[in-house]
């Protein structure tokens, strides 16, 4: 469960103050599947970076899971990001000179779980994203939409509760687009929370909530099951 | 993280930017191998000395005529005439004391040898049988002077090799009769070639008896007495005895300067050390040029793998993680370029000792370990400020396109 009060966000731009959130709040339940819409410069970006605990706003308070994280030092922070946030992002953001296998190990190595475990999870993301034979690949012998699985993969490595996507299918064509956006709804499936940040409306309607941000604002927060989504599964997940 | 992953990972960076990697370890490579070779090149010198010394006989004490007013002057060599001449007498009156073993007066002068038509100018050396035991000198044929009394004047000599080879050529020498001024001696032994023993070649020297010696130069006074104390221990007891027997052979008055070789030695020792310390801190500041690399070569990859840096923060990485991730690769980079610089440093000193065979080139085993260090500590001193502003990037600023 996440819970946004009051959240603004403003920026220094030369030495005009840019507000990039101004006072949202929001609140997401756990599974639920959600699209943040709007043109750029909306601040749909800042608002996934806060709720992604990537940047901290200036005002207002962030409760995660009953816990208010607002307040948090950039380590405790660090942490909690392991923990409960996977990031997808539109340029996949793999390390290029490691092999796919290698990228989606490194949050597990972050985290420092061993070696023998983090092969068995290793193995199982490998298998359920399909990139068995491209395992000791780097990013650059992969296609854009194996690159997007991988960085799927990645996000998934520590089996976070959230996953926030940042323009996921932006750098992918419209074939390799669904393909990814469907690995992403089958994550919603499996009971996660799923954040789509993007400005292609075929994209964005498919979630089950759509907001729509100008200027920094929420201007609308339409739900109802998404026209091409997987049907809604209405099963409440209990919070990891 | 675990140390393996770190390390697993700083690997992976170090094997992803060959030309990165290969600049940092040419760096370093060159700060410790100078080091190293420089280092081998000092101690080189000061064995070389060392056993120059060493083989000037052991466990020696040296008497020279004359007294230094002033510290460090060879009085001998300053002054010229002293007061008092130093005697065969006060020589032999030296042999009183308990912790002498044994000692040779020396005449030392240069005088025109001839063998039938031909002449060669040699030092003429002045001694006694006991010479050979104290510098420790071989004869390769014949025998050395006879344990005789030294006021006998014995018409003997012993030659040098090359003045052997000189004066005989291929004529045996042994036996034979040679003039030295207007004496004549007849030959008794050859040395064996030796060499050079600080700047004093055996090969080169005729040796008689003293008196013959004292005869030959018209003097009563020696050059040296060669004192040889009878352990290591009785050195500094031998030197005290020495002063005072000539002191009251010379009443009352310290006209004579003893000098001990192990005082001589630890001077030179210090002095060589002091030098290869000096010149291995110039080497030293190569390390610190290449720790000056290290830190501009890694600002520049906190830059280039800024996307990289905020990935990791949004994958939970902490800012500890990061510093730490920058520092092991330094470290590894160091160790790369040390091992390096290390063996440069051994093949530099291998062709130097294959240049100069005589002297014993070898580095030193501090700088064989503390060029290393100094090559890891640098490098992680270096990049603490780089690591510290990686670890400082904002991720959403990091992984923004810009």
Not at chain 1, 111 to 121: C, E, L, N, S
Not at chain 2, 162 to 184: C, H, M, N
Request: aromatic share 4%.
């Amino acid at each position: 469960m996440i819970r946004l009060t009051g959240i603004e966000r403003t920026f220094a731009v030369g030495d005009e103050m840019v507000r990039a959130l101004r006072s949202v709040t929001l609140e997401i339940p756990q599974g639920e599947y959600l699209s943040i819409m709007g043109p750029s410069g909306s601040g749909k970006s800042t608002l996934l970076n806060v709720v992604g605990l990537l940047d901290r706003p200036n005002m207002g308070t962030y409760e995660l899971d009953g816990h208010d994280v607002t307040g948090l030092s950039d380590d405790e922070l660090a942490r909690v990001r392991r923990e409960k946030m996977g990031f997808v992002f539109q340029f996949f953001h793999l390390v290029p000179r490691l092999s796919a296998e290698q990228n989606i190990e490194l949050p597990m190595v972050l985290a420092g779980i061993d070696p023998a475990q983090r092969r068995q999870r290793l193995d199982r993301l490998l298998a359920d994203y399909g990139l068995e034979d491209r395992a000791r690949h780097r990013p650059e012998q992969l296609s854009g939409g194996q690159c997007q699985r991988v960085a799927i993969a990645r996000a998934m490595s520590m089996s976070p509760p959230v996953i926030l996507a940042d323009e996921p299918t932006g750098n992918l064509d419209r074939h390799t687009g669904k393909e990814v956006m469907a690995v992403l709804e089958r994550l919603h499936h499996d009971g996660g929370t799923v954040v789509v940040v993007t400005h292609d409306p075929d994209i964005g309607s498919r979630a089950h909530r759509r907001l729509r941000m100008i200027d920094g604002a929420i201007i609308s927060d339409e739900r109802g099951t998404g026209a091409n989504a997987w049907p809604q599964h209405d099963r409440s997940m209990t919070e990891t | 993280m675990r140390i393996a992953d770190l390390l697993d990972f700083a690997w992976q960076v170090v094997r992803g930017y060959r030309a990165r990697t290969l600049l940092i370890l040419l760096a370093m490579g060159i700060g410790v191998a100078a080091v190293v070779a420089v280092t081998s090149l000092g101690e080189g010198a000061r064995l070389y000395v060392v056993n120059q010394f060493g083989s000037l006989g052991t466990n020696l004490v040296i008497v020279l005529p004359g007294r230094s007013e002033t510290a460090g002057a060879m009085p001998g060599v300053l002054i010229g005439k002293t007061p008092r001449d130093l005697t065969l007498d006060d020589a032999l009156a030296l042999k009183r004391s308990h912790a002498v073993r044994r000692i040779a007066p020396l005449i030392i002068g240069a005088a025109d040898v001839h063998v039938g038509a031909r002449v060669r100018e040699t030092p003429v050396l002045g001694s006694t049988a006991e010479l050979r035991d104290i510098r420790g000198m071989d004869v390769a044929l014949g025998r050395f002077l006879p344990e005789a009394d030294p006021r006998q004047m014995l018409p003997v000599c012993v030659i040098g090799a090359r003045v052997a080879t000189e004066l005989f050529g291929s004529k045996p020498a042994l036996g034979e009769w040679l003039r030295i001024g207007d004496r004549r001696f007849r030959v008794i032994g050859i040395m064996a070639r030796q060499g050079e023993s600080l700047g004093f070649n055996t090969d080169e020297i005729v040796i008689v008896p003293l008196a013959a010696a004292q005869a030959l130069f018209n003097t009563e006074a020696l050059f040296r007495v060669l004192v040889e104390a009878k352990s290591r221990e009785q050195i500094l007891y031998a030197k005290a005895d020495v002063e005072e027997i000539i002191r009251l052979r010379h009443e009352g008055e310290r006209d004579v300067t003893v000098i001990t070789q192990d005082a001589v030695l630890a001077t030179f020792d210090r002095i060589l050390r002091a030098l290869t310390l000096a010149v291995a801190g110039i080497a030293a500041i190569s390390l610190a040029v290449a720790g000056i690399l290290i830190m501009n070569v890694m600002l520049i990859a906190v830059t280039q793998r800024r996307r990289e840096i905020g990935l990791l923060k949004a994958l939970g990485a902490t800012g500890a993680q990061i510093r730490m991730a920058f520092l092991t690769e330094a470290v590894l980079l160091s160790i790369g370029g040390a091992s390096v610089g290390l063996a440069v440093g051994q093949a530099i000193r291998y062709a130097a000792v294959q240049l100069y065979p005589a002297i014993p080139f070898q580095a030193p085993w501090w700088a064989l370990v503390a060029a290393p260090t100094t090559a890891v500590i640098t490098a992680v001193l270096f990049t603490l400020a780089p690591a510290r502003r990686a670890a400082r990037l904002d991720p959403v600023l990091a992984l923004s396109r810009r």
